[in-house]
């Protein structure tokens, strides 16, 4: 049996933790490490547990968590954790900054247990959380900001193959869309992917998306 994925809460509601808490721990196959309410905290924890995955608020005192989670998995960061921001507010840009600061994923609270659970193990699993509609509306709708003037259009570490799939993901089509689409195995499509992930030194999907858009591949 696998060792349980381990699971850092950071909440400045203490109800909040709590149940986040139980409900993880609740679960064979997750660990609830230790819980915090502010973002110092939150990454001081985290260096010091080095926790699988960060379920990270966003305001919190102290520092928030946006400029928490750019701390633990933001550019440069030698070693970046898994963070999952899940907060009450449903606005494109907390989820634009978060995806920018380094999370993997994104999350409301009244999301029903069931969700946050998969959305811990997708996560710890380095795929992308959000669905894939909702990273092409999000990231298309910030293009502008996300590619920078002149970018370079195309990657040479790329094989055309690969680059073809890499506008899939970026333009949202899950795995098995892009199968249909390409007319092969999902197994196949996987392996592309993650050869993606590794030559560009992309964390999951929603980097790759942000990748893309960034050299001018895809187009809103």
Avoid at 59 to 69: C, K, N, S, Y
Avoid at 73 to 81: H, K, L, N, R, T
Wanted: glycine share 6%.
């Amino acid at each position: 049996m696998s060792a349980p994925i381990r699971v850092l809460v950071c909440d400045d509601q203490a109800l909040i933790r709590t149940g986040f808490t139980t409900i993880i721990d609740a679960q064979h196959d997750l660990e609830a490490v230790g819980e915090c309410g502010d973002g110092r905290a939150a990454v001081d924890l985290t260096r010091r547990l080095r926790p699988d995955v960060v379920v990270m608020d966003v305001r919190m005192p102290v520092l928030d968590g946006i400029q928490a989670t750019r701390l633990l998995a933001g550019a440069g960061v030698a070693d970046p954790v898994k963070v999952l921001v899940v907060t009450t507010f449903n606005l494109d840009e907390y989820v634009y900054e978060a995806l920018r600061a380094g999370a993997s994923g994104f999350l409301l609270k009244d999301a029903p247990p069931a969700q946050l659970l998969q959305g811990i193990r997708t996560v710890a699993s380095g795929a992308a959380l959000l669905a894939p509609e909702v990273t092409r509306q999000l990231i298309g709708r910030y293009a502008a900001r996300i590619r920078p003037p002149g970018e370079a259009q195309a990657d040479e570490a790329l094989t055309p193959r690969e680059l073809e799939v890499l506008r899939l993901v970026a333009d949202g089509l899950s795995n098995s869309e892009i199968a249909a689409t390409l007319v092969i195995s999902q197994e196949t499509v996987k392996t592309y992917v993650s050869r993606i992930l590794a030559k560009l030194d992309l964390r999951d999907r929603v980097q790759a998306a942000v990748y893309a858009y960034r050299r001018g591949l895809v187009e809103w």
